[in-house]
Every structure is written in structure tokens, then in C-alpha cells.
């Protein structure tokens, strides 16, 4: 199977041949302090994906230390050990060694990137509740005389530099999910790749997703793990001399970049003030969204094999004043309740923002799940106003259309590498502070984890985010949307030892301080679909960006 899988991509969305692009990734990222109107610090690095897949790391290892009572004495701490690392280096010539010190402070992640200072690349990622099934993590949280291991959850992930970056010139395919996992093991839960690929591999990369590629995955140089009941903050180095990367430059990269950390945290504000748009352009305008959407169901009422097709929109809005994409998120997270937050920016390039409901598939060993999301409404201002929303939601037939082929769809999907599965509630509710949607949940065992990267080249894209028959419906967003989804409802996540995670990137934006935002929504077309309304809940589903951008007070955060 794996020699079979080895010569395919993603589906056809992971075509290495179809799209041609004018970036250049070579083995290494270089320091660059100024790109057109960029200023950022970025590390310097190795692309993982250089090297040989099938050639295990020497040494993959995870140092842990005492916990110790702030973020300034674990920055200590780290600089101290990577300097004993320096002088009692390992014989290999390849490795990864992840050196973390929990702090008896809970400190939440975001305040920690915000305080970084536009070092570059970065990411962020917030499960809903905790990150995986992390309850079996164990973590020494004493100060040294008792020998006692507590266990926490793991609530959200911040990091900034790569010890080793994952890019390449094709979309993303079982050889780079091998390089990915050489750097990874089961032994050391911790070590993770954070990053996003693209929603279609054949679409022509566009100037402001350039950066990012195919696809961009990181192991964090310098990390912030916020916990249940404390936080942790975390070095990590990596090497392979068949990369002209040893140990000495990697030692030497980790330095530099702690040598720019701020100890200093402050408590972000969880909205920002009111910022007017000097403008706000749609692709496509209302009026060629309704043909768009009226195309779209002349093919479905025709002999088509097409039943749904999920079209999409980008808002770019200019503001007089920068937006900050980690204020932005911190804001979203007020609004975050069952939904992942997301942040990705590779050097030279903008910051990917998410606030997604949407979980693609969490795999923890063998076992799988998977959610189908699909039809929406808004909430109701009152509580039997909310209920009757959602009464006329479970009864509509178009919604329950929509999301029975969403659901359906993963079901036979997860079928295909899974021995049963299990799907409970097979239609519910879940909702969010602004939307409520249709939802169920699946549950499998796969047959091995070897499956990991056929799950994620099956489910991705979802009938949810594209449609269905999935060729059908992409041919036709190819020819019908004129702007680049990019990252924009692909999977956006992470890859552990015997552990991963991915939701789907929508609810989301692109921003950058001083070129304002392109914020993204879509949704489903098919019998019975209304443009009007349909573009009615686009406004709704980007409201949690838009409520930043005019006179509205945010949601309170609970306390």
C-alpha cells in the first residue's frame, strides 16, 4: 500500500504536475529583515523535506526540566541547557532534541506569540478544550525536591522560528508525509508539525499566498504550550549534516531567535477599538455572485452528474490603521467556544487567521473521528427564538440535503481504511455564539496508522468546503471563482508521533499590518438554494471578523 500511495498525491487536488508556480524553495530559508514593506525577524533553517524519507533521524529526544515559577527563569533554563547541549553533543548526524521547562504560571498562548514581536514564521493552534486527547501527558510540574508527575491538558500551542520547515516546489503527497514523520515519534508526543495545505493543488498560486506554497509545515523553534493548570515554554532543535545543517548551526540558529524572546507577557484586550474601512471590495459583487449561484443550479437541474457545489468569496478590506493579525485572533477567541483557532505565517508573508468549527479527523493511535458540518442559521436573540431557528433548520429539507451528502460522504471515506464506524448523533445541533449548523460525529479504528495519510488525502476536500461528486464540483469552482482560495478550506493543523489533528480552514482571513485583510466564506449550492439568501449567510459567517471593523461591541468573554 505504501508503495502504491508513494506515487499518488492528495486525491486530485494534490496533482504534481497540474500547477505550475513561480516560487523557488530551495533547502534553506535565510535571515531577511525587509521584503517590499515587510520588517520581520526570521529564522534561519532546514526544509525537511531535502531529505531522505526512508533514512530514520539518529536521535529524536525530549529533555524535560523542573518547573520553576515564571517565563524568564524557563527562558534561563533553556539557554543553560542548550549551552550543555553545545558542549556533550550526540555522535549522530541527524536528530531532533525538544528541551521544555513547565512553568508554575497558567499563561494563555496568545499573550505569549503577541508578545514576540513579529518574529517570523510563526503559528498557533487551539483545539476546542485541549489539543488531541492529551490526558495521558505527563509532565514534571515540581520544583525539583519532589520527584512527582502530574498530568495536563494541553490547551493551546504558540511558536515562533523552525527548527525544520516542510516545503516543496510540488503539492503535498505521501513522500513529504514521510519526511514529516522521519522527524517524529511516539516517545515524544510533543514534537509536532504545525502548518496548512492548500484547498486545490491545481489552482494557480497567487501573489499573496505565494509564501506559503503547496504547503508550509514547522516544528517550532522557540514554543508556548498553555496547559490546563500551567504553561510550558519549550526549545527545539533539529539537524542533518546531509543537509549542510549540523547540530553546531542549528545550536547556533536556536540562540539567536531566544536571543529575541520576550519574557514580558501582558494580558491582551479581547476586543480592539472600532477601526473604520476606507473600503471593502467583494470577489465576485452581488451581482456576479447571483449569476454565479444561478449557473451553478442550471448544472445541478441538468443532466449533470454535479448535486452540490460549494462557492466561495474573498472580502478584502482596506483599513486607515494596521490590522494586527494576533490582536485579531485573540479578539476571534471570544467567540471561540466549540471551534479551533488558527494561525500561520511563514517568513515573507501574511498571517493565515482562523476561528473554524469544522474538524476534519483526529487520529490518536488507531482510532479516527471525523465531523460533517453543513446548513446554517443565525442565532436567535432570545432563547424560543433560538429554538425555533433551530426547529426550521432540522425540518428544511435543502439543509437536510446538504448535509446528508457531507455526512455520507465521510462516512464511505472513512469506510474505505477503517475495519466499522460509528455515526453518533447522526444529526444534531452545534452551536456557536453567532451560527448554528447540522451536525454529526463519526467514529473508526483504522486498519494502520500507516493510514494516517490516506485519511488525510480522502476526507480532504469535503463535499462541506467543495461538493459533490468532489471532481464535479472543483471543475466548477475552477471555472467559476476568480480569486485563490489558497490555504482558504484546506486542512490546517498538526502531525505528532501517534497523534494528529487537522480542522478545516474556513471562518478565516489573511492579514497583514499595513495591506488591511481578504477575509474568506463560502457556502453550499444545491436544489433549492436562493443567491440572495446564500449571500445573506456569507455576511453572516464573516461577521466575527466584520464586527472588528465597525461600531459593534463584541461578545463578552466569560469570566
Known amino acids: 500500500m505504501a508503495a502504491a500511495a508513494a506515487s499518488r498525491c492528495l486525491a486530485c487536488f494534490m496533482d504534481p504536475e497540474a500547477a505550475k508556480c513561480s516560487i523557488t524553495i530551495s533547502s534553506r530559508q535565510t535571515i531577511n529583515f525587509s521584503h517590499h514593506h515587510r520588517s520581520h525577524l526570521c529564522s534561519l533553517s532546514m526544509n525537511g523535506c531535502q531529505g531522505d524519507p526512508h533514512l530514520p533521524l539518529g536521535t529524536i529526544e525530549t529533555r524535560s526540566f523542573p518547573a520553576i515559577p515564571s517565563p524568564s527563569l524557563a ?37 505569549w506569540l503577541y508578545a514576540q514581536h513579529q518574529f517570523l514564521p ?5 483545539g ?20 512527582i508527575q502530574l498530568k495536563h491538558n494541553l490547551v493551546s500551542v504558540a511558536g515562533v522560528g523552525s527548527a525544520v520547515f516542510f516545503q516543496d516546489l510540488h503539492p503535498f503527497s505521501y513522500r513529504h508525509w514521510k519526511s514529516l514523520k522521519r522527524f517524529l515519534s511516539t516517545q515524544c508526543p510533543l514534537i509536532r508539525t ?14 499573496e499566498w505565494e509564501a506559503f506554497g503547496y504547503f508550509y509545515f514547522m516544528v517550532p523553534q522557540v514554543e508556548f504550550d498553555e496547559l490546563e493548570e500551567g504553561s510550558m515554554l519549550a526549545a527545539t532543535v533539529a539537524w542533518d549534516n546531509a543537509l549542510s545543517w549540523n547540530l553546531g548551526h542549528a545550536i547556533d540558529a536556536l540562540k539567536a531567535t531566544l536571543s529575541q524572546i520576550s519574557s514580558v507577557i501582558l494580558k491582551q484586550r479581547r476586543q480592539v477599538p472600532w477601526t473604520p474601512m476606507l473600503s471593502n471590495n467583494h470577489i465576485p459583487s452581488k451581482t456576479y455572485w447571483n449569476l454565479a449561484v444561478n449557473r451553478a443550479l442550471q448544472k445541478i437541474r441538468s443532466n449533470s ?18 490590522i494586527d493579525p494576533i490582536a485579531w485572533l485573540a479578539c476571534l477567541q471570544v467567540e471561540g467556544e466549540n471551534a479551533y483557532q488558527f494561525c500561520l505565517q511563514p517568513p515573507n508573508a501574511p498571517a493565515f487567521i482562523g476561528n473554524t468549527p469544522e474538524q476534519l479527523f483526529h ?24 429554538l425555533q431557528i433551530e426547529l426550521e433548520l432540522l425540518s428544511s429539507p435543502k439543509d437536510h440535503l446538504e448535509f446528508t451528502i457531507v455526512r455520507e460522504s465521510i462516512r464511505r471515506k472513512l469506510e474505505n481504511v477503517c475495519n466499522s464506524v460509528l455515526v453518533e448523533p447522526k444529526k444534531a445541533i452545534r452551536k456557536l455564539p453567532r451560527v ?9 479504528r483504522l486498519r494502520s496508522e500507516e493510514d ?6 480522502s476526507l480532504h476536500p469535503s463535499p462541506a468546503v467543495c461538493g459533490f461528486p468532489t471532481e464535479e464540483a472543483r471543475v466548477l469552482i475552477a471555472e467559476t471563482e476568480v480569486f485563490d482560495r489558497g490555504m482558504y478550506a484546506g486542512p490546517v493543523g498538526w502531525f505528532g508521533g501517534g497523534e494528529s489533528e487537522f480542522a478545516v480552514g474556513i471562518r478565516s482571513a489573511l492579514v497583514e499590518k499595513g495591506l488591511g485583510a481578504m477575509i474568506f466564506a463560502g457556502t453550499g449550492v444545491v436544489e433549492g438554494s436562493n443567491a440572495s439568501l446564500e449571500w445573506d449567510e456569507l455576511e453572516l459567517k464573516i461577521s466575527q471578523f466584520t464586527k472588528l471593523l465597525k461600531l459593534e461591541v463584541p461578545l463578552e468573554i466569560k469570566s
Request: proline fraction near 4%; charge should be neutral; charged fraction near 20%.
Open 75 to 111: 527562558l534561563d533554563r533553556l539557554n543553560s541547557a542548550i549551552s550543555e547541549l553545545k558542549a556533550n553533543p550526540p555522535s549522530s548526524t541527524s536528530g531532533i532534541i525538544r528541551l521544555q521547562v513547565p512553568i508554575q504560571q497558567q499563561i494563555e498562548a496568545i499573550d
Open 122 to 126: 510563526r503559528c498557533y493552534f487551539s
Open 128 to 147: 476546542r478544550g485541549q489539543i488531541g486527547n492529551s490526558s495521558d501527558l505527563s509532565i514534571d510540574c515540581t520544583n525539583g525536591n519532589d520527584q
Open 194 to 207: 504545525y502548518g496548512a495545505i492548500r484547498f486545490d493543488a491545481r489552482a494557480n498560486i497567487s501573489s
Open 305 to 322: 452528474a454535479l448535486i452540490k457545489v460549494v462557492l466561495a468569496r474573498s472580502s478584502t478590506v482596506i483599513t486607515p490603521t494596521d
Open 363 to 386: 487520529r490518536k493511535w488507531l482510532g479516527i473521528t471525523s465531523e460533517a458540518l453543513a446548513g446554517t442559521r443565525a442565532r436567535g436573540e432570545s432563547m424560543p427564538e433560538d
Open 436 to 444: 448554528q449548523h447540522l451536525y454529526a460525529k463519526l467514529a473508526g
Open 452 to 457: 494516517e495519510f490516506d485519511i488525510l488525502s
